[in-house]
């Protein structure tokens, strides 16, 4: 859910949420306070001695369309989702200052093809976490984007 920190610039304006995948198609996102939670359990755990991962899903899957809605309703103002190219998403990443390696490999994440990989992993009980988009949206990007805001007009 933290990668939509990175947006903030264009929920402002031109009130937009842009990546590469379709928006249509749903993935388990996660809040990283969550992530955090599943790793301390996991290492508090005496009886847990595995190596490897373990999946993680949010709630609920969340397409990008469903994104913008709640980011919308959350803020009290029109987002929308817009679907750019590949090359787009890795050149505008460029520009604000990551290494084109990690631009790159950060657009592959989101194509479609990787975002249908992500329903290899199973939900269970044990996989799914407890923060919604709506919930930290409203805790985490509420407060960045009101800040986000103040600094732009000064």
Known sequence: MENLLESLPTIVNPGAIFYNGPGDLPLPMVCVADVARKAVD???DRSWNDQGHVAIHGPTHVTFDDMASIVSNVLGKPVRYVQVPDQVLIDNLTLVGLREGFALAYARLLTEEAL?????EPRTADTTTGTTLDEWARTVLRPAFETF???SAL
């Not at 249908?116 to 290899?120: E, H, L, P, R």
């Open 116 to 120: 249908k990989g992500y329903a290899i």
């Open 42 to 44: 996991l290492l508090c």
């Open 149 to 151: 805001q103040q600094q």
